[in-house]
């Protein structure tokens, strides 16, 4: 079955540790979205990409990093730098030639701070 | 940039209607879309309105005005099952692929 893939599930970062969130899709889909979701906040964009090895920063991309080294694989890198990074982060892709409001989100994964 | 407004929360009885709004600043886009996300889940595609109108699918339906910067997500026939955050969002027009920004969200508790 197609769809869109995030592991793990729930992640534990110690204080100083880069953490990489993976997210894989096999919709062959162009453009990927990494999305944070803290209670209360909806969804707020911390990077995308529209094609491979090419990516732009979202509304609060400090303290991330991506790649986009394939067309499947959009991994997002919290480091050390990111203070407050304990959410729920969402990855998602979406087929431009189509229908490009239509998101398909991964299952997400929550990030907490030890 | 843009912002869009929606109710924090509603609650509404099982087998009603009820109608979720959202407003939007923004200096032109394509259309709005509306998600599902239920507690702990993944946000899930409802509809999008790229016209002014009424769009309907099965129990849901959405409209825009864009006279009005406004649009809603109605649902008819309510089960306990609708009982979930919905997001409407849109993409900015502009140059190349713009992405979606989501409103903070509507908490619907759906009651017997």
């Known amino acids: 079955d197609g769809g869109i893939t995030q592991s793990p599930k729930y992640l534990f970062r110690k204080e100083g540790q880069n953490v990489t969130l993976s997210c894989e899709q096999n919709?062959?889909?162009?453009?990927m979205y990494w999305y944070r979701q803290d209670p209360g906040q909806g969804l707020r964009l911390i990077y995308y990409?529209?094609?491979?090895?090419?990516?732009q920063k979202g509304d609060i991309a400090e303290g991330y990093s991506v790649s986009r080294e394939k067309k499947e694989s959009f991994p997002l890198t919290v480091t050390s730098a990111q203070k407050n990074p304990t959410a729920f982060y969402l990855c998602?892709?979406?087929?431009?030639?189509?229908?490009?409001?239509?998101?398909?989100f991964g299952s997400g994964t929550q990030l907490s701070v030890l | 940039g843009q912002s869009l407004e929606q109710p924090s929360e509603v609650t509404a009885v099982e087998g009603a209607i009820v109608q979720i709004n959202c407003t939007y600043q923004?200096?032109?886009?394509?259309?709005l879309s509306w998600y599902q996300q239920h507690d702990g889940g993944a946000p899930t595609f409802l509809s999008y309105?790229?016209?002014?109108g009424l769009e309907e699918t099965g129990r849901f339906s959405s409209f825009l005005s864009r006279s009005d910067s406004y649009g809603y997500l109605l649902l008819q026939e309510l089960q306990m099952k609708d009982s979930a955050s919905y997001f409407c969002?849109?993409?900015?027009?502009?140059?190349?692929?713009?992405?979606?920004?989501f409103g903070k969200g509507t908490r619907l508790s759906v009651i017997a």
């Open positions: 998602a892709s979406a087929d431009l030639r189509q229908q490009g409001e239509k998101l398909f």
């Open positions: 919709l062959n889909h162009d453009a």
């Open positions: 990409s529209q094609i491979v090895n090419d990516f």
């Open positions: 923004t200096s032109g886009f394509y259309g």
């Open positions: 309105n790229a016209l002014d």
């Open positions: 969002a849109v993409r900015q027009r502009g140059s190349g692929n713009t992405p979606l920004v």
